[in-house]
């Protein structure tokens, strides 16, 4: 933020947004962290920890839906103002929906190691989940400094992140026709990498939100798209 | 049914034909005032011109230069300058042995005829020069002394030479004795000192508005110290204090008729009321001075309390939310506003009243008062009353003397509005 | 609705919450009529301490005749009658007893004009203090006149000219030194009668903030007939329509959820 505003009470209400949708953020890729660590430590504490703090991310999204609708009933904010508070209520959604994803991944973490899962070579879950979070860390990065640069480059790297997806889709499905009774687990393993997959996908969504804060338009041209998943019958 | 809405394209070309016509009217119009307005200024320039041209002649007359001999004896007997002395000196003698020196009449006709020519204020201006300076005693200095009144006619061209002798006022004789003088280079025509430092005077040629002029100023004075803080205070009641009502509406008509009343209706009030059943003496400027504050009351009430009218709401209603009572809202705030037009009003008021003769008349105020008074309890006469009398008198002379005054009057009337506008321009503040 | 109507009644009940835990202000049943007309219908409020109300609704509605009476300028009008009564401190400024004159030093205004007096700009803030007494040598005038000053947010653009008149300033700073020259008599209360509707935005914009500062050690009390700048500016709003109130509450609340349908239908823009 360059000028400060003749109305320091509007600087007040705006930083105080803009602080509640950073802690919502950070808090988010904390829980996303840990997830994924423990999906490789199979802490089972840890694992509860993260599933209890999800509800830390609710209240948080709740503060910022409504300071954000309090700014723009009392303030009539314009310009950059608006798009900043708009683009603020939309984030605040996706990275609670993000906090939804990481509490799911642990629930089905928890259900692994009861099934004794062991790592099914050709299925990196960890590899996924580190470089999704270092997607969301930029992210966090690009939102802070408003770099639209940064934000254009993320929403390109989540084709990688498809590829993998589609991998280890077809890897698991595989293993399953083989397997009869690897089916549970397969589930489970399926269901957390299309999550890390819908993770990626949001982040990517907070990237364009973000490109559209800085220039007032979104990005013209369509997202690459490599998740080949709902396209093919794998035989 | 013709009616339909005019397109702008319509409107346009109708305006643009009906433009010529209005164009001509508005042009007829201003030339119509252009022509008032020189008409106007025309006869003002000319009633100037008839004024200044007739006035001018009257702050000259006409002087002759004798050699005085300044004998001590025969001034001032007594030696001690007083005034029983100069009483009992010769000094006119003196004067008319230097005038019979260089015109040398003969026979007691003569010579009763040579002693009109000076002025008969010749010893004055004698005693009043050895007063001033007691050297000239034992000198033969040059005096000029004022001619008197029928010479200066004479000499200005009114009486002629060619009407015979039976129906002039000078005779040949004297004629003769002027021409000799006038040879000799010894008469002149300058600026006269009796018409502003003399008062009124039977002749003439010694005549002079200081006393009424000095009759004027303290008059005025009586009118402005008890007209300007009754009109001010009354207009502050009227507009700030009192409620309004039938009452206060009666007495707004009944202001507004009395300053339409003539003027000669207070003179008849101040006779009736000051003079007849107070008892007060006439012809002083104190009563003059009273009916002229009543006729100007109405007036400085009136202007004072449209100055009051015209301060802003906006003042009194800031003054009244920090917390000022009345009487602050109206001394500190709109008193101090309305100060401009009140003094304006004032002024024209004072004006109008400088320029009054007729109450003055019926007060008394026209009485034949050779001294200049002192006080306001002094008989006295005011400028448009000496002139009125003056105006009566039969000397030709008086003509000059009395546009000479008329001029005298108009140049006050036109500085008092000048200062009028001068200080409401000068107070005027922004709000 | 929740109404504690227990101890005035009312014809209709005003929506929202009228009165206030440490009411500074309190009006109870008040009507005002300018001759015939009823220009204010049995309106009950309280005003608390420390905080900044905006009254807000159509032009007519009455709001800038209500605010006057807390101040008894409506005294200045003749055909206009006050009934009810308004208590500072539980006494009813009414009251016959009641000197107008300290009343006023107590709640000051800001009239919808900058109106300065035509004075230095000094002797303008001087005049309060003044004639009431309030300073007790020349020293402590001056430390007055500036301290008001700085409050105002005047003192940097005017301290260098102290004696030129007051009328001479722009309007923004004209309003700036109107308020300057209201707190110079330590009010508890400041009326603001649409303090900025003569001014440009820039001007508007300085003045909200002053007042959002000024709100911190004085009740305010702003009519206004923009609902922005009370949304802006105020902690709670009334809602005036036709001489009654309408509706009191959180400005945000007001804002967001209005609770009485002829509240939200100004306040969106439905009727004039």
């Known amino acids: 933020m360059e000028q400060n505003h003749i109305s320091s009470s509007f600087d007040k209400e705006l930083n105080k947004l803009n602080n509640n949708l950073l802690k919502l953020g950070n808090t988010a890729l904390d829980q996303f962290e840990k997830c994924i660590n423990n999906f490789g430590t199979q802490n089972l504490d840890e694992i509860k920890t993260v599933i209890n703090t999800d509800k830390i991310l609710d209240d948080l999204d709740d503060k910022v839906q409504k300071s954000g609708f309090e700014i723009i009933a009392l303030r009539a904010p314009q310009a950059a103002d608006l798009r900043r508070v708009i683009v603020a209520l939309k984030i605040a959604t996706i990275f609670e929906r993000i906090g939804d994803y990481s509490r799911n991944i642990s629930n089905r973490t928890k259900l692994l190691i009861d099934l004794k899962y062991t790592d099914l070579p050709g299925v990196n879950i960890g590899k996924m989940g580190q470089k999704t979070q270092t997607m969301f860390e930029d992210v966090l990065d690009a939102y802070i400094n408003e770099d639209d640069n940064l934000a254009v480059k993320i929403r390109n790297s989540d084709i990688k992140i498809d590829k993998m997806h589609t991998e280890y889709y077809l890897e698991i499905i595989s293993h399953m026709q083989r397997k009869k009774n690897f089916a549970p687990t397969g589930t489970h393993l399926l269901f957390i990498a299309k999550n890390i997959e819908r993770v990626a996908d949001y982040v990517t969504d907070v990237a364009e939100q973000i490109y559209f804060l800085v220039n007032g338009h979104v990005l013209s041209d369509h997202r690459p798209k490599a998740d080949k998943t709902s396209l093919k019958i794998p035989n | 049914m013709n009616n339909k809405i005019i397109s702008p394209l319509e409107a346009s070309s109708k305006v643009k034909n009906s433009i010529a016509k209005r164009r001509a009217k508005d042009n007829r119009l201003r030339l119509y005032g252009r022509i008032s307005i020189s008409l106007a200024v025309c006869f003002l320039l000319f009633l100037f011109y008839s004024i200044f041209s007739k006035g001018y002649s009257g702050f000259f007359q006409y002087y002759v230069t004798l050699d005085i001999n300044f004998d001590r004896e025969r001034i001032d007997p007594k030696g001690d300058l007083s005034e029983n002395s100069l009483f009992d000196g010769d000094a006119s003698v003196i004067v008319n042995e230097s005038l019979f020196s260089i015109i040398q009449p003969t026979g007691r006709k003569e010579k009763k005829q040579a002693k009109k020519i000076v002025s008969s204020g010749k010893d004055i201006r004698i005693t009043k020069m050895v007063k001033n300076n007691p050297s000239l005693f034992g000198t033969i200095t040059k005096v000029k002394f004022a001619l008197d009144d029928d010479i200066d006619s004479f000499l200005r061209g009114y009486i002629k030479r060619e009407t015979p002798e039976s129906e002039r006022r000078i005779s040949n004789k004297v004629i003769e004795y002027v021409d000799k003088l006038n040879e000799e280079g010894r008469i002149t025509y300058e600026f006269s000192d009796y018409i502003l430092s003399g008062s009124a005077s039977g002749n003439p040629e010694m005549a002079g508005i200081k006393g009424a002029f000095i009759g004027s100023m303290l008059t005025l004075s009586v009118c402005l110290l008890i007209s300007f803080p009754l009109g001010i205070a009354t207009a502050v009641y009227l507009e700030e204090i009192a409620k309004k009502n039938k009452i206060t509406e009666i007495i707004e008509v009944n202001i507004n008729n009395l300053a339409a009343v003539p003027s000669v209706v207070f003179g008849i009030m101040g006779l009736a009321i000051f003079i007849s059943i107070f008892g007060m003496p006439r012809s002083i400027p104190l009563v003059g001075g009273m009916v002229l504050a009543l006729m100007t009351l109405p007036t400085i009430i009136i202007s004072s309390r449209a100055a009051i009218r015209a301060v802003p709401p906006s003042v009194r209603d800031a003054a009244y939310g920090i917390g000022a009572s009345k009487i602050q809202v109206i001394f500190h705030h709109v008193i101090p506003l309305a100060m401009p037009g009140m003094l304006t009003g004032t002024i024209i008021g004072m004006a109008q009243a400088l320029g009054e003769t007729a109450p003055l008349l019926m007060i008394g105020m026209v009485a034949f008062i050779v001294d200049i008074p002192n006080s306001i309890v002094d008989p006295g006469t005011v400028l448009p009353v000496q002139i009125f009398m003056w105006a009566d008198f039969a000397e030709r002379m008086f003509v000059q003397k009395t546009s000479a005054a008329i001029i005298v009057l108009l140049v006050f009337l036109i500085s008092m509005n000048a200062f009028a506008v001068y200080l409401r321009k000068k107070l005027e503040r922004r709000w | ?272």
């Open chain 3, 1 to 272: 609705m929740n109404n504690n109507r227990n101890d005035f009644r009312s014809l209709e009940l005003t929506v929202g919450d009228v009165f206030s835990k440490d009411a500074r202000l309190k009006a109870r049943n008040v009507n005002v009529f300018y001759g015939e007309n009823k220009a204010i219908d049995n309106v009950t409020i309280d005003i608390g301490s420390k905080e900044v109300i905006s009254f807000i609704g159509p032009s007519g509605c009455g709001k800038s005749t209500f605010l006057r009476c807390f101040n008894r300028m409506n005294d200045t009008i003749d055909s206009c009658l006050v009934q009810g009564e308004i208590t500072i401190d539980d006494e009813n400024i009414y009251n016959k007893k009641i000197d107008v004159v300290p009343l006023r030093a107590r709640i000051g205004m800001v009239f919808q004009k900058p109106n300065p007096f035509p004075k230095s700009i000094y002797d303008n803030v001087a005049y309060g203090p003044r004639i009431h007494g309030l300073s007790e040598n020349k020293e402590h005038l001056d430390y007055i006149v500036e301290e008001s000053l700085k409050r105002a947010g005047l003192w940097n653009e005017v301290s260098d000219r102290l004696q030129s008149p007051g009328t001479g300033l722009s309007g923004g700073q004209q309003q700036r030194l109107c308020i300057a020259r209201t707190i110079a008599v330590s009010p508890e209360v400041i009326l603001m009668d649409e303090p900025c509707s003569a001014l440009d935005p820039i001007a508007t914009a300085k003045i909200e903030e002053l007042i959002h500062e000024l709100g911190n050690d004085y009740s305010i009390v702003i009519v206004t007939h923009s609902m922005q700048q009370a949304a802006r500016v105020s902690k709670r709003t009334a809602y005036f329509h036709l001489g009654k109130l309408i509706e009191v509450g959180r400005t945000k609340d007001i804002f967001t959820r209005p609770q009485h349908n002829k509240t939200e239908a100004y306040i969106s823009g439905k009727i004039g």
